[in-house]
């Protein structure tokens, strides 16, 4: 076996300790990583795992459809499409050429709080990678006839997305009306007539207002070395200029309700019966994390899998439903939506399926939870995590990902295993408690 | 939303193992080894200690291919009862245990091959072997959670009726591959389905996991010597007998119609071309990699993506693959346009097909794709799960341990010559039937 396989670095050592004691005790795992900024505000952090000769680097920029104004939602995903159509150097669609040519693949995504742009090679191309997120981090040149047709592209995004899904119809409206008035009520494609409204010169402001080292993070995770990357990083970034414009806007407290708030749908062209309970939580992103880690061990209890209460007691044992289960990824930077779902079974009402679901969440909050129960739910959570480790996009994507909300991302990287362990019974109680009251629900319904 | 399409790679991540580069260069290979199991079956260790995991793939010849042929569907029934219970443990208990211990164990069937997955932490493998041994032992196929089974596989089948792009590729399928077992529905139909019973997947089960067919791929922290135990302790349980369910048929005696719409009141049209492609064996596979990558292959700007989405802006993505099958397997084309634009879509994806087969690509095109297909090799091996998966296939259809090794060359060679040959063989459109789902024009 090649020495560069060998790992120069056991990060799970100490991991490996606890588990032959007691299960899953385990305490931290670290990975080899540093972190600097650039004078230009530019944040980046490297981390190294030599295992296959890989690399990816991903630009986190902070903004996202949030950022947007009404009349014009869309627009962040639209200048993603648009930033690999050329810059002063490069020609059109010239990008991914040329990382192809080099046996890399590049792609990006756009969400609520960010837009993130990633390129996966072999790690003696590292600088090339680098060379062209640089490039088109000041550089992009926006051409009217790349806007035309891309804006088309967009468009049938959309309508194979959003209006050939009966399902994704039902929940970008479900989703406005949960969070009225909220950013988070944007849908991130942008509503049809937004996108066909979009201009070269919305494109424009947007790229000029919010593409700049300092509204960036750049995470490099792969087999690399440090001295060399720092040195690649800072001759590709620094001559970069620092941007003009004003921080980022925070966005505004999510609604608060008495009573739920119900949106029911009929739909033709949809073949299943659909019910969703969303409530309003608090994330990793937000300052009180132990309630975030708690919200994480009550969707593995509630729904998970399919050993959680929820689907054991709704799709196994009642048969009230197809399949059911609970939602929460703890992720976004404002707050989100805990949810609890089903499809409910041939006959079953949705009245009966709710009672069934809030009636779970009640023996939550007024039964105990076993020790068992507890430990095989943080057992699952700490495994899928251990697995995703092995994946250097999850990696990096973890780090881009807090790193772009400023928050550390060694809790939910390094800390997260000894972060989940410590979450008790009483905790969980709290949370369900506290957040999954009907009245404070918005609940929709889709009927076919 | 990303920029690209990139649900089909997913899917047919079997194919694109193959469709895509893999080269074991010298400086980088995890160290492979290969030895015979009890009665033959072939096991793959791939080691790896960067993380304290193992992975495991089991492939058997099995899978949608094999369904009998009135029920079509009972292979998928068999994968997804395959942790719902084993050894002295019911539906409820199996699956409690595999929660607490963090393992996750599945099973799928494929056209060729019914394939375990399992995954755990290398401190419960021990724990993890034995729940995946009992699985296969020892099944339960109880009957409360086939109904549970059945019930969830309806309303899936129900719901696939909604996506246009589903009831397309249904239909192309019945059009290249008639009553050839390829052209059945792998997920069965609503009558199919209603038709199965317990009795028939504990049969089909018992012969499919035979071990003259099987082939273990293990990736990750385990010994090579901890392997050889297991697995000899352990498979030696199983049927030693060749199985005698009908071998896949080489031959195709019918082709459907040439061209259909199916109604769907949808706003944007799915549009198929397809036919019958490749085998995995057939001489010119490595043209046929190489043609595909040019035409339509992912993670590159193909002739496709260039005419129909970059210059048009006639849809998000386009695409063609060919699944190298133990038979020929189906070579397809397709994307989604608005009702307005499918005619002009289909005539691009004609003239691009016509020129393929009619005119030499370019050389620095040529040059490019091989590069891409060469260069991008690591990045399909840079995690366990790919690398089991990858050995697994490797073994499942023999294509000795210096396959990867052999792959950049064999892509290296391919000419313009080659590609035209296959292209004017598979992109005939004698041969290509055309599907589309959506709305008239």
Known sequence: ?????????????????????????????????????????????????????????????????????????????????????????LAPSEFSKIVSRNGGNDNASTAHDYTNYWIKLSSDRLELALELEADRMQNLRLQESEFKSENLVVQEERRSRVENRPTARFFEKFRKTAYGDHPYSRPVIGLMDDVKGHTLADLQNWYKSHYAPDKAVLVVVGDIEFEHTEKLVEKHFS???????????????????????????QDDRATLPHYYAGFFVPTFMMDDVDEAFALELLSAILGGDSSSRIYRKLVVEDKLAISAGSGYSGLSMGGE????????????????LEKALFAQVDKIINQPISERELQRAKNSLITSHLFAQDSIDRIAWLIGRLSSNNSDWKLLVEEYPKRVQKVTSQQ????????????????????? | MSRYLSLFIVVLSLVLFFSKPIIVTAAWSPEVSRFNGPGGMQVYHVASDANPLVVVKLLVRGGSGYDP????????????????????LDSEAFQEKLSYYGISLSASAGSDAMTVSMSTLSTHLDVAWSMMMDAMLKPKFAQADFDRAVAEEIASLKQAKEKPGSVAADALNREIFGNHPYGRPAKGSLSSISSITTADLEKYHDEVFRLPTMVLAVAGDITLKKLKKLTNDSFVQVNHLPSSLTPIPFAFTKTGKKSQHIELDVPQTAIRFGGVGINRHDPDYYAMVVMNQILGGGGFSSRLTKEIREKRGLTYGVYSYFSPLAAQGPFVIGMQTKTASVEESKKLIRHELKRMATQDVGSEELEDIKRYLTGSFPLNLDGLGKLAGTWGVIGFYNRGLDYLEMWPNRVREVSKKDIRRVARRILNFNRLHIVTVGRTP
């Open chain 1, 428 to 448: 969980i109680k709290k949370v369900a408690a506290r957040y999954l009251q009907i009245n404070r629900a918005a609940i929709g319904t889709l009927h076919p």
């Open chain 1, 337 to 352: 939506m805990f949810s609890l779902s089903a499809v409910p079974g041939n006959g079953v009402e949705f009245e009966q």
């Open chain 1, 1 to 89: 076996m090649d020495s560069s396989f060998v790992k120069y670095f056991k990060k799970y050592d100490r991991l490996l300790l606890c588990l032959s004691i007691i299960f899953f005790s385990s305490n931290v795992f670290a990975l080899e990583s540093k972190s600097f900024t650039l004078e230009n505000g530019l944040q980046t952090v490297l981390v190294r795992e030599p295992k296959a000769p890989v690399v990816v680097t991903q630009v986190w920029y902070r903004i996202g459809a949030v950022d947007e104004l009404d009349g014009k939602t869309g627009l962040a995903h639209m200048l993603e499409h648009m930033m690999f159509q050329g810059t002063k150097k």
């Open chain 1, 239 to 265: 001559a970069l200029k620092h941007s003009q414009s004003s921080k980022r806007k925070p966005l505004p407290a999510l609604p608060v309700r008495q009573e739920p708030i119900r949106f029911d749908m």
């Open chain 2, 69 to 88: 042929e009135n029920k079509p569907g009972v292979a998928n029934l068999v994968a997804w009862m395959f942790n719902e219970g084993g050894g002295d």
